[in-house]
Structure formats: structure tokens, C-alpha cells
């Protein structure tokens, strides 16, 4: 069995500083970026866009640069996770308290050091080395 998630990897200029959003989810108790399963009739855009709002309650501007992770869960499912990189000039999170310890916005080495899983670490350098670029 096949899952197909959709997220993004979010962040923001604060004190010309990059910033990232975080989540630390209770269900596996990790470290990762906002996610969510894509609903019948729904976008990779419109799932990324409500998910990221549910989960952390702001609001983005998806630029673009799709990123997979692939990964196997426990009971044998294979997940596929499409990831963006996304903007938002929010100061305040408002993160899902039945889903989610806790939601932060951290400085790139913050975020690196915080991140669970390789890959979440390796698909952060990706966009962070895009958004260096771009300023």
C-alpha cells in the first residue's frame, strides 16, 4: 500500500535572519516539517496550503522547487512525501495541539541540529542553499 503526503519546507526573514518552521509531532515523536495526506479532488498546492494552516495556522506563499522523501512506516506502508519551499511573513504559530507538541521557528544550524531524519536534514539544505541565492 502506497501513501501520498504533501508539505513544505517553510520560512520567513526575521532580523535578516533565515527561519525555519519546525514541528515536533507526537505521533512518532519526531522532529520534521508540516505534512498532511492529499484529499480527494485536492492539489499538491491546496493540501500544502491547508495542511501547513491546520497544523501550524499560517499563512505562505508557495514558491515552488518540489522535493520527495520516500519511507517505509511500520506496518509496511510505503509513504511518499512531496515537499515545497514556502514563504510566510507570520510572526506567531499557532500549532495543532492533538497532532503536535510544539511548533518553532529556528535558525538554519538550529533546525539542522533539531531535525530527526537525514533526509528531512539533507531536503533543509537544498532549499536553504536556493533561498541563500536568491537574497
Given at each position: 500500500?502506497?501513501?501520498?503526503?504533501a508539505?513544505?519546507?517553510?520560512?520567513?526573514?526575521?532580523?535578516?535572519?533565515?527561519?525555519?518552521?519546525?514541528?515536533h509531532?507526537?505521533?512518532?515523536?519526531?522532529?520534521?516539517f508540516?505534512?498532511?495526506?492529499?484529499?480527494?479532488?485536492?492539489?499538491?498546492?491546496?493540501?500544502?496550503?491547508?495542511?501547513?494552516?491546520?497544523?501550524?495556522?499560517?499563512?505562505?506563499?508557495?514558491?515552488?522547487?518540489?522535493?520527495?522523501?520516500?519511507y517505509m512506516?511500520?506496518?509496511?506502508?510505503?509513504?511518499?512525501?512531496?515537499?515545497?519551499?514556502?514563504?510566510?511573513?507570520?510572526?506567531t504559530?499557532?500549532?495543532?495541539?492533538?497532532?503536535?507538541?510544539?511548533?518553532?521557528?529556528l535558525?538554519?544550524?538550529?533546525?539542522?541540529?533539531?531535525?530527526?531524519?537525514?533526509?528531512?536534514?539533507?531536503?533543509?539544505?537544498?532549499?536553504?542553499?536556493?533561498?541563500?541565492?536568491?537574497?
Amino acid at each position: 500500500m502506497k501513501e501520498i503526503s504533501a508539505g513544505s519546507v517553510i520560512y520567513r526573514l526575521y532580523k535578516e535572519q533565515i527561519q525555519y518552521v519546525i514541528i515536533h509531532q507526537i505521533h512518532g515523536n519526531h522532529f520534521g516539517f508540516p505534512k498532511g495526506h492529499i484529499e480527494h479532488g485536492e492539489s499538491i498546492e491546496e493540501t500544502i496550503k491547508r495542511e501547513c494552516y491546520e497544523e501550524v495556522g499560517i499563512d505562505m506563499t508557495i514558491l515552488g522547487y518540489p522535493m520527495y522523501n520516500h519511507y517505509m512506516v511500520k506496518n509496511s506502508i510505503e509513504k511518499e512525501v512531496i515537499y515545497m519551499l514556502s514563504e510566510t511573513f507570520e510572526d506567531t504559530l499557532k500549532f495543532q495541539k492533538e497532532e503536535l507538541y510544539n511548533a518553532m521557528f529556528l535558525s538554519y544550524e538550529e533546525a539542522l541540529n533539531t531535525l530527526t531524519y537525514q533526509r528531512d536534514k539533507d531536503i533543509l539544505t537544498y532549499y536553504h542553499s536556493i533561498i541563500k541565492e536568491k537574497l
